[in-house]
C-alpha cells in the first residue's frame, strides 16, 4: 500500500467498504427478488426439489380467480380511511404548529400511538370493540345510543372500516410528526406577507401551505395506500380473515396460499401482483399530483 499514490488507496479503501454492503444488499434483496419473480411462474410445493414450469398460469390463476384478485375490494375502506387520516394529520399539524400552549405535550400524546407494537394494538382494540363487554359498546350504551351498538369485528359490512379505523388511530399521528416538519420548513415570511394581504386562515392554508407541501403530502399518500395493500397484522390477529372472509386481504390470502396450501408458486405471483400494483399506484399519484402542478 505504501508504494501507491493517495488517489489509488483511496479508491482501494472505498472499493473494500462498498464489498460487503453491496453484496449484502444483492444477497438479501436482488436475488430473493429474482428467485421469487422465477417461481411465480412454476408450480413448487416450497418442499420438494421438483418445481416445474406452467408459464403464466400463476398469473391466470390470480387474475381470474375471484376468490384471490377479488380481496382486493376489502382493502378499499383501509385507503378511504387512510385519505381521511392525512387530512386530519394536516389539520392537527397546522394547529400543533402554532403558537399553542403544551403544544408539544400533544404532539407526544398524538405520536405515541405509533410507537406501540402493532399487536399489542391489535389485542387492545379486541377488548375495545368486542361485541358484548367492549368499552365502545358500553359508552355508546352510557350515551343512550343504544342503536348505534354493533358487533364491530362480527358485521361483514363493518369489519374492515372497524380496523381501518384502528390503523388511523396508529398512524395519524406519525403522519402529522411528518405534516410538522415540512411546516416548520416554510419560511414565515411568506405567512406575514399574507396576512398583511387580507389572507384568511383557510386562503392561507390552500393557498400557501398545502401547495408547500405537496411533495410530502405525495410521499405520505403513497406509504398510506401502500400499507393500505399490505395490510395483515390487524385483520390476522383480531379476525383470522372472518367472518366469513369479509376481512381476509391479499397479503393474508398470500400466506395462507404459501404455508396453509403448500402452493408458494401461486403465493410468488401473488408477491409479484402486489408488488406491481404498488409501482402503479405510485405512477398513478405521481401523475395527478404532477398534473395538478401543471
Known amino acids: 500500500m505504501g508504494n501507491l499514490s493517495y488517489k489509488t488507496q483511496r479508491k482501494i479503501i472505498m472499493i473494500c467498504f462498498l464489498t460487503i454492503p453491496l453484496a449484502m444488499l444483492l444477497l438479501f434483496t436482488y436475488y430473493p427478488a429474482v428467485r421469487l419473480v422465477y417461481l411465480s411462474f412454476t408450480s413448487w410445493d416450497g418442499i420438494s426439489s421438483d418445481i416445474s414450469w406452467i408459464g403464466l398460469e ?38 400543533l ?22 399487536v399489542a394494538v391489535a389485542f387492545m382494540f379486541q377488548y375495545v370493540l368486542d361485541t358484548t363487554n367492549g368499552s365502545l359498546n358500553g359508552i355508546l350504551g352510557l350515551l343512550g345510543l343504544d342503536s348505534w351498538q354493533q358487533s364491530w369485528l362480527g358485521n361483514e359490512s363493518l369489519v374492515n372500516f372497524s380496523l381501518a379505523s384502528i390503523s388511523m388511530w396508529r398512524f395519524m399521528g406519525y403522519n402529522m410528526v411528518i405534516y410538522i416538519g415540512a411546516l416548520q420548513a416554510i419560511p414565515g415570511d411568506i405567512y406575514e406577507a399574507a396576512k398583511i394581504d387580507g389572507s384568511g386562515r383557510f386562503q ?27 395490510i395483515f397484522d390487524l385483520p390476522y390477529v383480531l379476525t383470522k380473515g372472518g367472518p366469513a372472509g369479509a376481512s381476509q386481504t391479499f397479503l393474508l390470502k398470500t400466506t395462507e ?23 402503479f399506484i405510485l405512477g398513478l399519484q405521481n401523475s395527478v399530483i404532477n398534473g395538478k402542478g401543471e
Open 204 to 230: 392561507t392554508l390552500w393557498y400557501i401551505t398545502i401547495p408547500n407541501i405537496t411533495k410530502i403530502i405525495q410521499l405520505n399518500m403513497f406509504l398510506t395506500l401502500s400499507g393500505a395493500l399490505a
Open 58 to 95: 400463476n398469473y391466470k390463476e390470480v387474475f381470474l380467480n375471484p376468490d384471490l384478485f377479488g380481496v382486493f375490494l376489502h382493502q378499499i375502506p383501509y385507503a378511504l380511511i387512510g385519505i381521511i387520516q392525512n387530512v386530519i394529520a394536516i389539520l392537527f399539524a397546522v394547529i
Open 97 to 118: 404548529n402554532s403558537k399553542l400552549r403544551g403544544r408539544n405535550f400533544f404532539r407526544v400524546l398524538m405520536f405515541l400511538p405509533y410507537i406501540m407494537n402493532a
Open 257 to 279: 396460499t404459501a404455508f396453509q396450501f403448500n402452493n408458494f408458486g401461486l403465493a410468488s405471483a401473488m408477491s409479484v401482483v402486489l408488488l406491481l400494483m404498488t409501482i
